[in-house]
């Protein structure tokens, strides 16, 4: 791996190595442009990914402070964990399930399609499904995901034949085993899926794609990339004239250190990314870096979820093989007669008896909780996942009152549910029960919130300055030197998982930034 000096101020210095920021790595190395990317969090492998949920979730999640406030359930039940984001080398794709999908043509337009609905900030993006179809395909292939170029989809488990079998009886027509970034047989150096139960703890055969084993070595092979891990970015830097000039982080020793920069992308999640931005404030910018708009947190954007179980009378064992192991994908289209905009998905889900008995029904205890622990092998499950409606007051903010170990403010992430997303939940809820119950259920419930889910939102693409926080490319509209490389800039979420899009728009992102530099107008 290369290593470059802490005053070469001609390096890229992209803050997390997750989705976005690995790919975005990867793609500016391959072009030859020197990179450094910071990562909070330690360096793991597949030898070192624990199966066992709850050692793991220490092992890979974010557990510095944070709080939450606002009505949703979450800040009830998990009111430290408002949101689970990984903090290692690949970020959220170490964690992540896999499931890979394009967003759809009308979600770039949600605004002009849904029109105006009161409590929301909707607003189209300034990019269109065919500005992305070619990146789209880029990151498809680099991913292997399961039902493009080719590659044959993944066997379906028991939790998926339930979930087809009832799914069929309703009449729904796209069901499959998903589109998915695991390896369906040897793919790119690694192998097929071994099904073995623990996508969320880390992928110990290597077959789901995570930045961690692809990404990051292909760009440390360059020449042109180093990974400093343990690295805590604490704020960005810049000059009179306005342009970032570095960043500040604390390393593994807890010693503070300055690296120069000539770009400097961000991707830390749409929590940790605009938190950055606002501790970042100056005389210069003193509501935050590129916040002249005021949009640098706002719009916050989660998915709508929730999960839906049955039980049966014949043993189901939903946990073993891929833990999102199916799809059906027939609501995820707009159809503004059930009652609300936009679509959802549901995905097969699983969760082992630990995280059974801590999200089934977070607080809950006694003979109806116990009823249905003691049936855990008769189980299966689904997750619900779906547009929510971006709104200004969602957001994230420092909170003054509470630091992290660094002394630096804590974000806080304020999330009301709009109307929109509680009838689409309500909806998704019964389709779901009704699934099961066509499958043959005896009995189902219905699962509120986690505090695992897809951020989304708050540093967001728009056509005009006065509307977001970065241009078309993820370019900051007030710091031409500062981009936004993660799901931070999404606009509207749309209904799908959103990964595949961090991707193509890293890839995007990366031309874009080559271009730049070699016209120096970067």
Not at 222 to 243: D, P, Y
Not at 491 to 505: K, Q, R, W
């Amino acid at each position: 791996m290369a290593k470059f000096d802490f005053s070469d101020d001609s390096v890229v210095v992209i803050i997390g190595s997750g989705a976005g920021g690995g790919t975005l790595a990867n793609e500016l190395c391959q072009k030859g442009i020197k990179v450094v990317t910071l990562e909070a969090g330690a360096l793991q492998s597949q030898a070192s990914f624990i199966n066992d949920e709850w050692k793991s979730f220490v092992q890979l999640a974010w557990l510095d402070a944070r709080t939450t406030s606002g009505s949703w359930r979450v800040a009830k039940d998990f009111s430290g964990l408002p949101a689970w984001i990984c903090k290692t080398v690949g970020g959220t794709t170490t964690h992540w399930a896999g499931a890979s999908l394009r967003f759809q043509e009308h979600e770039f337009r949600a605004k002009t399609t849904y029109g105006e609905i009161k409590g929301t900030s909707l607003l189209d993006w300034p990019i269109t499904l065919k500005d992305l179809e070619p990146y789209y395909a880029k990151a498809e292939n680099k991913m292997g995901v399961t039902r493009t170029n080719g590659i044959p989809g993944l066997p379906g488990n028991n939790n998926f034949k339930v979930m087809y079998n009832g799914a069929s009886k309703l009449g729904y027509k796209e069901l499959h085993t998903g589109n998915m970034a695991i390896n369906s047989q040897p793919r790119d150096g690694r192998g097929r899926c071994m099904q073995l139960g623990f996508c969320f703890q880390g992928c110990k055969s290597g077959a789901k794609w995570s930045t961690l084993y692809t990404e990051i070595p292909k760009a440390e092979a360059t020449g042109n990339f180093e990974l400093r891990t343990q690295a805590h970015v604490t704020r960005i830097e810049h000059n009179a004239a306005g342009k970032v000039t570095g960043v500040v982080y604390m390393d593994k020793d807890g010693k503070e250190q300055r690296q120069k920069a000539r770009i400097v992308c961000v991707a830390g999640n749409s929590i940790e990314t605009p938190r950055l931005l606002l501790l970042s404030a100056s005389n210069q910018f003193k509501d935050g870096l590129a916040n002249s708009a005021g949009h640098v947190g706002r719009h916050y954007m989660r998915h709508m979820t929730g999960s839906v179980y049955a039980a049966f009378k014949n043993p189901v064992h939903m946990y073993r093989g891929t833990t999102m192991a199916g799809i059906v994908r027939d609501e995820a289209a707009h159809n503004p007669a059930r009652g609300f905009v936009g679509g959802y998905e549901l995905e097969t889900l699983s969760l082992g008896i630990p995280f059974m008995a801590a999200f089934l029904n977070p607080g809950g205890w006694g003979s109806d909780f116990t009823w249905w622990m003691d049936r855990y092998t008769n189980l299966a499950g689904m997750w619900l996942v779906g547009e929510d409606m971006p709104r200004e007051t969602n957001r994230v903010t420092l909170n003054t009152n509470v630091k992290d170990q660094y002394g630096n403010y804590a974000p806080n992430v304020h999330f009301d549910d709009h109307e929109n997303d509680i009838a689409m939940r309500n909806h998704a809820f019964t389709q779901g029960e009704r699934v099961y119950e066509a499958a043959g259920a005896i009995r189902t419930f219905r699962t509120p919130p986690y505090p695992s889910t897809h951020n989304m939102g708050t540093s967001r693409m728009s056509a005009r300055p006065q509307d977001g926080v970065v241009n078309k490319w993820g370019q900051t509209h007030d710091i031409p030197n500062l981009f936004i490389s993660d799901g931070s800039q999404f606009t509207t979420g749309g209904a799908e998982n959103p990964t595949l899009t961090i991707v193509t728009l890293a890839i995007r992102q990366a031309d874009h930034i080559a271009e730049q530099m070699m016209q120096r107008a970067i």
